[in-house]
């Protein structure tokens, strides 16, 4: 079956750092493939989204690249803020199909400054 | 304005009782979701519906059964509360459009079981 498989958190890092979350995925398909953030006590937000290979989804200084020769979908950012310090979920769906997003475990991210 | 709200957003209650969250959408959106997010942060869809029409069922447990009596709104109930009920339940919905494919969701309810 399909699914998503994340980094193992806590990633600790210092203000300014270089960020990256590494997400990979199986699928039987041609997913779409998406990261949601989860800010403390708060529900999740979409971060970002590739809907095909080789797109590159970018919002709020965050990129990621679908990679179907790797199955990748790794999560950078050049330069982190506290702000940024959150639960990072990569996930999967078939829009086309139930729609249904499948989630990795989740990658707690700390910046400190 | 709020996109999707759930109440209550805190649920503290014993085993084998019945409880019910409710999830109401403003967005317009003709598909609703219940996921669940467990203790360890993993999260797992539970039900969708799409037009009051129950599209998916992940394998929950009949004591737990969802009710949409309109499309803006996506009730979960709960019977016979178990302590490995105890997690954060997520409502989420989308435009179901294949083509926006962003899912909105609500802030959680936490609900504990003891």
């Known amino acids: 079956g399909d699914s998503v498989t994340q980094m193992e958190g806590p990633v600790t890092l210092s203000e300014e750092a270089f960020l990256t979350i590494n997400c990979t995925y199986t699928?039987?398909?041609?997913?779409?493939l998406f990261w949601y953030v989860q800010y403390p006590g708060e529900g999740l937000q979409l971060l970002l989204k590739?809907?095909?290979?080789?797109d590159k989804g970018s919002n709020k200084g965050f990129e990621a690249t679908y990679r179907k020769e790797t199955t990748s979908f790794h999560l950078e950012k050049g330069s982190v803020q506290v702000s940024d310090s959150a639960v990072y979920f990569c996930?999967?769906?078939?829009?086309?199909?139930?729609?249904?997003?499948?989630f990795g475990t989740g990658t707690r991210l700390q910046v400190f400054p | 304005d709020t996109a999707v709200s759930q109440t209550p957003k805190y649920l503290v209650t014993q085993m084998g009782n019945d409880k019910s969250i409710k999830c109401e959408q403003n967005?317009?959106?003709?598909?609703m979701y219940w996921y669940k997010q467990d203790s360890k942060k993993f999260l797992k869809i539970m039900f969708s519906?799409?037009?009051?029409?129950?599209?998916i069922n992940e394998t929950v447990p009949n004591r737990f059964s969802p009710k949409s009596p309109d499309k803006a709104h996506l009730n979960l109930h709960i019977n016979s509360l178990e302590l490995g009920d105890s997690a954060v339940y997520f409502c989420?919905?989308?435009?179901?459009?294949?083509?926006?494919?962003?899912?909105?969701f609500g802030p959680g309810t936490r609900l504990t079981v003891t």
């Open positions: 519906y799409n037009n009051k029409e129950l599209i």
């Open positions: 967005l317009g959106h003709d598909t």
């Open positions: 989420a919905s989308s435009q179901g459009d294949k083509i926006s494919y962003e899912q909105y």
């Open positions: 996930a999967l769906s078939y829009p086309y199909n139930t729609d249904k997003l499948i």
């Open positions: 590739a809907t095909k290979a080789d």
């Open positions: 699928a039987t398909g041609y997913p779409s």
